[in-house]
T-cell receptor
Framework: AAGVIQSPRHLIKEKRETATLKCYPIPRHDTVYWYQQGPGQDPQFLISFYEKMQSDKGSIPDRFSAQQFSDYHSELNMSSLELGDSALYFC????????????FGSGTRLTVV | KQEVTQIPAALSVPEGENLVLNCSFTDSAIYNLQWFRQDPGKGLTSLLLIQSSQREQTSGRLNASLDKSSGRSTLYIAASQPGDSATYLCAVQGSGRRALTFGSGTRLQVQP
C-alpha cells in the first residue's frame, strides 16, 4: 500500500541557510500535517493543510513557511536555519474522515551545523 | 490546552512477560486516541486507533483500552519479544483541533 513519502531522508545545512522539505501524502488523503521532533523529545505539531488551505497552526517559527499544492503534496520551507532547528521532521496525512487516523512518513533528519 | 502523560518513561522486562503502558490526558473531549511505535531515529508506526466512542481495540498481541471519562488509555502487550523493543507513543486528537498531541513516550526494552 502507498505510504506517505518524504524527501530528502537526510539533510545537512549550515547556519543561516535555507532548506525545503517535501511530503507526498497517501492518495486521496486531503489533509497534511507537519511535526518536528527534537532529540529526545516528543513530536510537536507545526502546521496543517486541508484541501490546500492552512487549517491549523502550532509552534511553527516565523522563519518557517509551508504550503500544499494542487497535487496535494506539501513543502516546508525553512530559512535562516539555527542549530536548534536540527530535528526529525515528520509529515503525516489523513483522509477527510479523521476516524481513519494518521499515517506518518519516515521523516527527514535535518542537521544544522 | 491538552496535556498527555505517559507512565512509565522507561521499562525493561524479560522476554515473555505481559506488560501495560499507561497514557493519561487532561481534556476528555477527544476525537480519537492513537498508539504509535517508534524505533530509534525512525518514523512513527501506527499500532492502534481508538475512536472516542470505542472502549478498546486489538491487533495481534496488542490491546489498547480507552476510558475517556477518566482521561486514560492503556496499551497491553502480551508475551513480549525482543523485537518489541522501541518507544511507544500515545497521541490524542482533540474534538476541535485535528492536530495530535503526543505524550513523551515509554521506552521499552525486552531482554532476550
Amino acid at each position: 500500500a502507498a505510504g506517505v513519502i518524504q524527501s530528502p531522508r537526510h539533510l545537512i545545512k549550515e547556519k543561516r541557510e535555507t532548506a525545503t522539505l517535501k511530503c507526498y501524502p497517501i492518495p486521496r488523503h486531503d489533509t497534511v500535517y507537519w511535526y518536528q521532533q527534537g532529540p529526545g523529545q516528543d513530536p510537536q505539531f507545526l502546521i496543517s493543510f486541508y484541501e490546500k488551505m492552512q487549517s491549523d497552526k502550532g509552534s511553527i517559527p516565523d522563519r518557517f513557511s509551508a504550503q500544499q499544492f494542487s497535487d496535494y503534496h506539501s513543502e516546508l520551507n525553512m530559512s535562516s536555519l539555527e542549530l536548534g532547528d536540527s530535528a526529525l521532521y515528520f509529515c503525516a496525512s489523513s483522509p477527510a474522515r479523521d476516524r481513519d487516523g494518521y499515517t506518518f512518513g519516515s521523516g527527514t533528519r535535518l542537521t544544522v551545523v | 490546552k491538552q496535556e498527555v502523560t505517559q507512565i512509565p518513561a522507561a521499562l525493561s522486562v524479560p522476554e515473555g512477560e505481559n506488560l501495560v503502558l499507561n497514557c493519561s490526558f487532561t481534556d476528555s473531549a477527544i476525537y480519537n486516541l492513537q498508539w504509535f511505535r517508534q524505533d530509534p531515529g525512525k518514523g512513527l508506526t501506527s499500532l492502534l486507533l481508538i475512536q472516542s466512542s470505542q472502549r478498546e481495540q486489538t491487533s495481534g498481541r496488542l490491546n489498547a483500552s480507552l476510558d475517556k471519562s477518566s482521561g486514560r488509555s492503556t496499551l497491553y502487550i502480551a508475551a513480549s519479544q525482543p523485537g518489541d523493543s522501541a518507544t511507544y507513543l500515545c497521541a490524542v486528537q482533540g474534538s476541535g483541533r485535528r492536530a495530535l498531541t503526543f505524550g513523551s513516550g515509554t521506552r521499552l526494552q525486552v531482554q532476550p
